[in-house]
């Protein structure tokens, strides 16, 4: 099955604050009540949408850890040693998340395209750390840091873009495929009652 299991999900640890501990925030659930809907997918389809579901929760994650570890380092409550470090953490993570993501096993025939347009728009996430790592580094007042880290909250929406598209995807199949139940019923009846017309006494 494509769906991800509780195990997978709190097998991602949360990147560690700045202070090089965990910043508290616990794994993100297993969703509840998940954002896509599945109920008339078929089962391959509505596995794949909550493994969506998965993704979208722990990205929201990654993206709360960059605004902590900045505001931590901009009320200087760490040392700079610190702050580098929690940044290098998550960056590993971003790179472990990425490959999880594109490992995915079983993507339902007719999404692969959407599955590699998200692994790419995963693997910018890394890269805009090291930005922002390279923008902590700089001899200036913050501006690059700032910038870059304003990057990286572009390209967790265009992960989200990504996801959005997949959904979007799932939703127009499975329409068409009702629309195209709905006319094969019609066309049936209509052959039936062609059937007994033509069957039926003078």
């Known amino acids: ?6 195990t997978f999900v709190n ?19 297993f969703p509840t009540t998940p954002t ?20 979208e929760n722990q990205l929201e994650q990654f993206a709360a850890e960059v605004e902590t570890i900045n505001a931590s380092w901009e009320s ?22 990425e490959n999880d993501i594109a490992a995915v096993d079983g993507v339902p025939d007719g999404f692969g395209e959407g599955h590699v347009a998200l692994v790419v728009e995963v693997s910018d996430l890394p890269l805009k750390v090291e930005d922002i790592i390279a923008g902590l580094d700089a001899p200036d007042d913050g501006t690059l840091r700032r ?6 909250s572009v390209e967790v929406q265009e992960v989200t873009d990504a996801i959005t ?38």
């Open 36 to 55: 896509s809907t599945t109920t008339t997918f078929p089962p391959e389809v509505a596995a794949f949408m909550v493994t969506l579901d998965i993704f």
């Open 147 to 152: 910038a870059a880290s304003a990057e990286y």
């Open 165 to 202: 598209a997949i959904r979007d995807l799932a939703t127009e199949t499975e329409a068409n495929a009702e629309t195209e139940d709905t006319t094969a019923d019609a066309q049936s009846k209509v052959g039936r009652d062609l059937h007994r017309m033509g069957s039926a006494p003078g």
């Open 11 to 29: 097998g991602i640890d949360p990147a560690p604050g700045p202070a090089g501990e965990p910043d508290g925030v616990e794994d993100p659930p």
């Open 1 to 6: 099955m494509v769906v991800l299991t509780y």
């Open 76 to 97: 200087r409550e760490v040392l700079f040693e610190e702050t580098r470090q929690a940044f290098e953490d998550l960056k590993l993570q971003l790179d472990d998340w």
